[in-house]
């Protein structure tokens, strides 16, 4: 059992930057691959990055160059620093954590609006 909390969401303005946190408990976090999922009212849910157990990262392209994707096994937190934000970008993001089983946070709204 995984339990996962992400945070760091809110409102910010285009070109703007933000860096969302994700904190997981309940399991050997070092040993979960670990990805960032988005969803917009409408839109399938998408993902946006990924980081496994190695540190190897992948990002879509559509944040390439904007997005870093990164974790701390210590504090047992994935990131995903957001800079150069564009009003596409709104969505809610998902933290999620894969294994054997793969579980789900409930999501932070991120907003890129003027």
């Known amino acids: 059992q995984v339990q996962l909390v992400e945070s760091g969401g809110g409102l910010v303005q285009p070109g703007g930057s933000l860096r969302l946190s994700c904190a997981a408990s309940?399991?050997?976090?070092?040993?979960?691959?670990m990805r960032w999922f988005r969803q917009a009212p409408g839109n399938q849910r998408e993902l946006v990055a990924t980081?496994?157990?190695?540190?190897?990262?992948y990002c879509a392209d559509s944040v390439k160059g904007r997005f870093t994707i990164s974790r701390d096994n210590a504090k047992n937190t994935v990131y995903l620093q957001m800079n150069s934000l564009k009003p596409e970008d709104t969505a809610v993001y998902y933290c999620?954590?894969?294994?054997?089983?793969?579980?789900w946070g409930q999501g932070t709204q991120v907003t890129v609006s003027s």
């Open positions: 999620n954590a894969h294994r054997i089983s793969t579980y």
């Open positions: 980081i496994t157990t190695g540190g190897s990262t």
């Open positions: 309940g399991a050997v976090f070092s040993i979960y691959t």
